[in-house]
């Protein structure tokens, strides 16, 4: 492991810290030595995971929120500056999730309230805050850094069921195509990662491993879904590129995927 950073990586959205959030939160301090701010509703596998990283040489704190909305996401930077005065955000990455499958016409006023809320309004909260950390007064060094963002195929268009959580996605992919062209001039690198198929963690194994039309265990197959480890490192390339050459948007999916 390099040597600890004063920079900083905060990633909000962990799950059950078997996914794409707990895999970027591994390797950015594994490879670059960052500071880890763990941002997630509170949870015990978030916990094992900072003590997992923790225990490896990294330099990890948990970040607890009662919810995913504007007020949540503007404070939680406050307490993670308070946490390591001497330190500073170089990537903040996006990685809450709200999804869901509702025929159009049961989506409830919930429903609808629940994907703005949480692909709108506390990741707009959540980018504010980063943007205010990485544009503050500094070295050329320091200054600077990005911002990666999660998507979903929903982002791109809307399917049979998913017209809440396209809403929310389309409106997320949107919200980076602005922030990266105000900002980008001020060093902010903003990426959008279109992930395009199911990421294989436990907790999608159990829900799809079985999938009627699917033979058993495909979900072990490289080739039919996608790991949050390989994720992991497409979003530190994302992070390390220099400025002559900025992805604004990323599309990932396995090798079988219909596209």
Not at 61 to 84: C, H, I, K, N, P
Request: proline share 4%; aromatic share 8%.
């Amino acid at each position: 492991m390099p040597p600890s950073s004063k920079f900083i990586l905060a990633v909000s959205g962990l799950g059950n810290a078997t996914g794409t959030g707990a895999a970027v939160a591994r390797l950015f301090s594994q490879q670059l030595g960052y500071r880890i701010a763990l941002i997630s509703r509170p949870r015990k596998d978030v916990d094992n995971l900072r003590d997992e990283i923790d225990k490896a040489g990294g330099t990890v704190e948990v970040f607890g929120v009662d919810a995913y909305d504007y007020g949540s996401m503007t404070r939680v930077f406050e307490r993670v500056q308070q946490t390591w005065p001497d330190g500073r955000l170089k990537c903040a990455v996006w990685n809450t999730a709200q999804w869901s499958n509702i025929p159009f016409m049961d989506i409830t006023e919930h429903d609808i309230n629940l994907s703005v809320t949480t692909n709108i309004v506390a990741a707009t909260a959540f980018s504010q805050a980063a943007v205010r950390a990485l544009t503050a007064d500094g070295s050329d060094e320091d200054k600077g850094g990005s911002i990666i963002m999660t998507g979903a195929t929903s982002a791109w268009r809307g399917s049979k069921a998913f017209g809440a959580f396209a809403a929310g996605k389309h409106g997320l992919r949107a919200l980076s195509q602005s922030i990266a062209r105000e900002y980008g001039p001020e060093g902010v690198h903003v990426a959008f990662v279109v992930v395009d198929g199911t990421i294989l963690t436990t907790r999608t194994e159990k829900n799809f491993g079985n999938r009627p039309g699917k033979e058993p265990n495909w979900m072990r197959d490289e080739k039919q879904r996608l790991s949050p480890e390989s994720i992991a490192k497409c979003y530190l390339y994302l992070h390390e590129q220099g400025p002559d050459a900025w992805t604004l948007e990323m599309d990932l999916r396995p090798a079988k995927e219909h596209f």
